[in-house]
């Protein structure tokens, strides 16, 4: 049965949605820097842009994930 305190808890999934969607963009924003000092042979700050890339990609795709493993927990209580 769907209460008030369920319902509640699907509003937070608006923001975490806009935040994962920001991440992706910092991965995109980062991907294309990697490829910027690479063309330039900043070897530092190519593998500075590879790692914050991955990074923003990994928390992009994990806030969804661990969003609907709490969902998915709170609902079969």
Not at 1 to 20: H, R, Y
Not at 43 to 69: D, E, M, N, T, W
Request: aromatic share 14%; hydrophobic share 60%.
């Amino acid at each position: 049965m769907i209460s008030l305190e369920n319902i509640a808890m699907f509003g937070a999934a608006n923001w975490l949605n806009i935040v994962s969607a920001v991440f992706v963009i910092g991965c995109l924003y980062f991907t294309l820097s990697f490829f910027q000092h690479l063309k330039m042979e900043d070897q530092r700050l190519a593998q500075q842009s590879k790692i914050a890339a991955v990074v923003c990609l990994a928390i992009a795709l994990l806030i969804p994930a661990f969003y609907g493993v709490y969902v998915y927990s709170k609902m079969n209580m």
